[in-house]
T-cell receptor, first 113, second 111 residues
Framework: DGGITQSPKYLFRKEGQNVTLSCEQN?????MYWYRQDPGQGLRLIYY???????QKGDIAEGYSVSREKKESFPLTVTSAQKNPTAFYLC????????????FGQGTRLTVV | AQSVTQLGSHVSVSEGALVLLRCNYS??????LFWYVQYPNQGLQLLLK??????LVKGINGFEAEFKKSETSFHLTKPSAHMSDAAEYFC?????????FGTGTRLQVFP
């Protein structure tokens, strides 16, 4: 089945450690996105990529990094520089630079202790 | 700048009552508009979308929305609420190369 897969679903890390969240899609989509979701704040865009080996910062990129070495994969690293990393992270993909609907993964809930 | 405003962070209705979730947008170019639904601890699922053409858009689960350019609105409605409609709903606009989301509306349905 075609879709977008995020792993793991739950992730616990100690403060000061970097952590990488996985996002893989087999929809042959060009565009991929990372959003952060906090209660009452909706979805805020962290990074997005419209093509392999290229990506742009979203509204809250500080403390995060991404790579896009393959069309299917768009991993997100939450670095120790991110001041408040505990959140629900959603990955999405779309066929044509955002002008079509985005398909979402099931999310990764990151808890930093 | 493009933005989306969802009026009311929480909406409560009785089962069988009309559902109305409000969304207003700001866009400097003709917008593409979307409504998504999110169940607890899950990703977002597309309910419906407006791109061009007919301004009344029908989606899944009996939901529909009407694009009103003069009011810059894209309100979501359902004639009769069901318990399974309880979820969080997000309106989104896509002016160019990314989706911009509202802050969401949590819908509660009481028996």
């Amino acid at each position: 089945d075609g879709g977008i897969t995020q792993s793991p679903k739950y992730l616990f890390r100690k403060e000061g450690q970097n952590v990488t969240l996985s996002c893989e899609q087999n929809l042959n989509h060009d565009a991929m996105y990372w959003y952060r979701q906090d209660p009452g704040q909706g979805l805020r865009l962290i990074y997005y990529s419209q093509i392999v080996n290229d990506f742009q910062k979203g509204d809250i990129a500080e403390g995060y990094s991404v790579s896009r070495e393959k069309k299917e994969s768009f991993p997100l690293t939450v670095t120790s520089a991110q001041k408040n990393p505990t959140a629900f992270y959603l990955c999405a993909s779309s066929g044509s630079q955002g002008r079509t609907e985005a398909f979402f993964g099931q999310g990764t809930r990151l808890t930093v202790v | 700048a493009q933005s989306v405003t969802q009026l009311g962070s929480h909406v409560s209705v009785s089962e069988g009552a009309l559902v109305l979730l409000r969304c207003n947008y700001s866009s400097s170019v003709p917008p593409y508009l979307f409504w998504y639904v999110q169940y607890p601890n899950q990703g977002l699922q597309l309910l419906l979308k407006y791109t061009t053409g007919a301004t009344l858009v029908k989606g899944i689960n009996g939901f529909e929305a009407e694009f009103k350019k003069s009011e810059t609105s894209f309100h979501l409605t359902k004639p009769s609420a069901h318990m399974s409609d309880a979820a969080e709903y997000f309106c989104a606009v896509s002016p160019t190369d990314k989706l911009i989301f509202g802050t969401g509306t949590r819908l509660q349905v009481f028996p």
